[in-house]
């Protein structure tokens, strides 16, 4: 039976192959040590939870919430925005509460997107940022480009050679999967662009409060002037450990605010009330908690880059997110990032995130998540060195798993 349409233009999810070798390795007991999906292991801070529990015991507040976001909710992303950023926003007419930034991105694209509108997305890149517009009937022009002196003449080139002339922009620093980091002249650079040349600017800050080296992430809604063309997408699942809350936001423009409130208004009714209760009572809190969870990565980045140096991995440290962004040693570079995956699936008891699965120009890389503490982080060195060496010494009994099928 043929697919559906919008099922046909999705590719195979790459990461579905890697989980499904994960599960069967584990099913014959072998212990991985999964660094491969973005899914915290740490807890929610427990006054959060406290909160939640506070507040599920009133019956009244397990009625429909709103779809928008409770007013205490958008009005404390509003307060955390002019704190952080010292950015002003409209908690009313500027904010608005998403299912996680994912969801939020996917109905983004379905609120202004038409059929054969352009969009120019980084590659790599997070799959929904491409895939939320493919869904949606739009064209999906790559940037294989750093947020660097290159950016600007890339722009240009995709104004250029796109018909129709390019709808919107989407922007992610700290990168997911790159960690590389934008700096405030960056983003003065591509919101002049962006009025210049009538594009709406889309940007995930999920990682804003994951950063090590002393300078935290900008907004591009700080630059003058930003909010005439652009949205910003935030998460709490990463800066106060909370995924499976799902709870995000996007701030910014008011048109494009109001048109993505529309298109949920349709549907959903919002997250749970006394989740968006417990998440405006993190947002407003003295940042303790997001100075901890900070830390915690922190250490195991520091760990990860000298542990998988001393296995024979150089894996430059990012200066940002909760990745690393790893080539693929020399002697496995011919396979790709999908097949060398397997191997270390089947050889090192270590699942990593194929880079192929965040766009074609990531194929010479694999994203590293440190979402193991430090001493299974050792574990995976030390596994992964015992690996490298056995490889050396006898390449040919080193297969990619497709070879066994």
Known sequence: MEEFHKVRRLPPYVFEQVNRLKASARSRGADIIDLGMGNPDLPTPKAIVDKLCEVVRDPRTHRYSSSRGIPGLRRAQANYYARRFGVKLDPDTQVVATLGSKEGFANMAQAITAPG???????????????????????????????????????ERGIRHSIPKPLALILN??????????????????????????????SDLAYSEIYFDGNPPPSVLQVPG?????????????????????????VGNERLISALTRVKSYLDYGAFTPIQVA???????????IAEVRDIYHKRRDVMVDAFSRAGWVVPAPAASMFAWAPIP???????????????IEHADVAVA???????????HVRIALVENEHRIRQAARNIKRFLASSARQPNNVVPLAAHR
């Not at 570079?333 to 270390?344: I, M, Q, R, V």
Request: aromatic share 12%; glycine share 10%.
């Open 354 to 364: 194929p880079g192929v699965g965040f766009g074609e120009h990531g194929d010479d």
């Open 279 to 289: 998440a405006a009572y993190a947002l407003n809190g003295d940042g303790a908690d």
């Open 117 to 155: 509108d352009v969009i120019l997305c980084p590659n790599p890149t997070y799959p929904i940022h491409a895939f939320g517009f493919i869904m949606s009937g739009g064209v999906i022009r790559s940037l294989q480009v750093e947020p660097d002196d290159g950016f600007i003449p890339a722009l």
């Open 226 to 250: 930003a909010i005439d063309v652009a949205v910003e997408f935030t998460s709490m699942s990463k800066t106060f450990s909370m995924p499976g809350w799902r709870m995000g936001f996007a």
């Open 330 to 344: 020399e002697p496995f570079k011919h396979l790709g990032s999908l097949e060398f995956s397997k191997l270390l």
């Open 173 to 202: 620093y700290p990168s997911n999967p790159t960690a590389q980091v934008a700096s405030l002249d960056f983003y003065k650079e591509v919101v002049a662009f962006a009025k210049k040349n009538d594009i709406i600017i889309l």
